[in-house]
């Protein structure tokens, strides 16, 4: 198994993920035979990116979801749904 790629900040995980669901992308094109689960789950890593830009360190968002000392404002039931709306709202952006 390879080593994980190294990220110092929310920018250089977005950055990362963009580039992995890209290089996705173009293995889709070339030896996938243009799968269209292939083709989603880049666009889904690639969405994953841009919510983690956007909310890895955003104050609101760390209310909303909490840590391991405080209770987020969200219900623990609400935070994957809340999350998985955040990615497809920004996959609809990448469309």
């Not at 580039?19 to 243009?34: D, F, Q, S, T, V």
């Not at 979801?65 to 955040?86: N, Q, V």
Request: glycine share 10%; with cysteine; net charge negative.
């Amino acid at each position: 198994m390879p080593d994980a790629p190294r990220f110092d900040s929310a920018e250089e995980l977005a950055a990362l993920m963009e580039a992995i669901g890209l290089a996705l992308h173009g293995k889709n094109r070339m030896g996938l035979g243009e799968q269209h689960f292939a083709w989603e789950l880049a666009q889904v890593i690639r969405a994953c990116g841009v919510v983690a830009g956007a909310h890895l360190t955003d104050s609101r968002t760390q209310a909303e979801f909490g840590d391991a000392y405080a209770k987020g404002s969200l219900p623990d039931r609400e935070r994957r749904a809340t999350l998985l709306a955040m990615i497809g709202q920004a996959m609809d952006a990448l469309d």
